[in-house]
Structure formats: C-alpha cells, structure tokens
C-alpha cells in the first residue's frame, strides 16, 4: 500500500464552501508537502510542512500535521470553481538521504459554481 | 519561458515500439525526476539525476533508459514498449540534491499510450 494515502479519494462542495483533505503515512517523516494537479497539468507546489511543526499557512490554505497520528489535513477555505483539481500529499521519509518524495493516490475536488 | 518542459505532449505507439520522451528545465536547478501516473493517479518515482549522475533507480525495468547529457537535460528512453507501459509520464526538477525536502517543479506531462 502507499505510504501516503488521501481521504477521501473524491470530494464535492459547492463554491465558498470550506474543503478538507487528509492524508496518512506509514513511516515517519522529515516533511511533508502538498501538490495540486489540475486536470490534465503537470504538479504544482501548495505547500511544505516540516515535522517539527504543526500548522501552515498560505493564502485560502491551512497544513496541519499530527506526526503522532501520522497524518495532515489540508483545509481550503471559502473555495472557488478554479480550485477543482486533485491534491496530493508527498512525503520525505525519515531516514532517507532526503532525496525521494512519496506521494499519495490524491483527492479529486470539485467545486460546483 | 516555461520552467520545465517535456515532449511530446502525446505519445501513440505500437506495442514492441521503441520511444523516447525528452525533458529541460531552465530553472538552473542541479536534480531532475522522472515520475509515472498510472489510470488511477497513483504517482511514482522512477529515476532521478543529480548534476547527470543518477541518484534514484526505482526497481524500473531495465528497457526504461534515463540520460542525462547535462544537468538541464533529462530523456527517457523506452524500449519494446508494453501495454502496462501506458500511463502519463511527468519530468520535474530541483534545486538541490534534497528534492524531498524542497519544492519540486513538474512538467506539463507526457501521455503515452500503447496499443
């Protein structure tokens, strides 16, 4: 099994709604980062959360990192059509020469207008 | 002025064919990766290369050939394409050899499927 998986693997809201991904992992992690892919598009870095933290933020965006729980969420507030894509959470293992990310099989969002 | 680019976008090919797909990045960075999107999005490195060296080999079949003719340069090569081969291919880079611990750039992607 993967060692990032999201949950769910779809969701659907409807715009200005809130949007809550999560992801768990198996190991233990140095970091770990979120990606966007847009129907058809290569990844897009969201953002990056270390394990020695427990919060981030970017913009419409909010990280949370449980390293206890082995799991984040990604939290989209007030979210718009154009963020309909699909989100994956990528991590860095512990113990690794820190040159690998793993990434998770993604939440497919849509936002209906 | 596109960050990372691949061709081509679309690969249609014959079973047993050979093809190979090619990557730049012109954002000076030292590392690039080749990843495999299966139908199902699961997304999974391949190789990478640090400054031309290989670093990650991922227990890929050996008809899968990267190379690397300098650090902004990395094509894979495939040969006696199969079925299960079919997927969407992403090149991406970064900066340093740490691509775990920093931003990854990806490529628009290219489709490969073979019949």
């Known amino acids: 099994s993967q060692q990032g998986e999201e949950d769910p693997q779809a969701l659907s809201i409807q715009e200005g709604e809130n949007a809550t991904m999560n992801c768990s992992y198996k190991t233990s992690i140095n970091n770990l980062q979120w990606y966007r892919q847009n129907s058809g598009r290569g990844l897009v870095h969201l953002i990056l959360i270390r394990s020695n933290e427990r919060e981030k933020h970017s913009g419409r965006l909010r990280v949370t990192l449980d390293t206890s729980k082995k799991s984040s969420s990604l939290l989209i507030t007030a979210s718009r059509a154009a963020d309909t894509a699909s989100y994956f959470c990528?991590?860095?293992?512990?113990?690794?020469?820190?040159?690998?990310?793993?990434f998770g099989g993604g939440t497919r969002l849509m936002v209906k207008p | 002025d596109t960050a990372v680019s691949q061709t081509p976008k679309y690969l249609v090919t014959q079973m047993g064919n050979d093809k190979s797909i090619k990557c730049e990045q012109n954002?000076?960075?030292?590392?690039m990766y080749w990843y495999k999107q299966d139908s199902k999005k699961f997304l999974k490195i391949m190789f990478s290369?640090?400054?031309?060296?290989?670093?990650i080999n991922e227990t890929v079949p050996n008809r899968f050939s990267p190379k690397s003719p300098d650090k902004a340069h990395l094509n894979l090569h495939i040969n006696s394409l199969e079925l299960g081969d079919s997927a969407v291919y992403f090149c991406?880079?970064?900066?340093?050899?740490?691509?775990?611990?920093?931003?990854?750039?990806f490529g628009p992607g290219t489709r490969l499927l073979v019949l």
């Open positions: 990528a991590t860095d293992v512990l113990g690794n020469a820190g040159n690998m990310l793993t």
């Open positions: 954002l000076g960075h030292d590392t």
């Open positions: 290369y640090n400054n031309k060296e290989l670093i």
């Open positions: 991406a880079s970064s900066q340093g050899l740490a691509g775990g611990r920093e931003t990854q750039y």
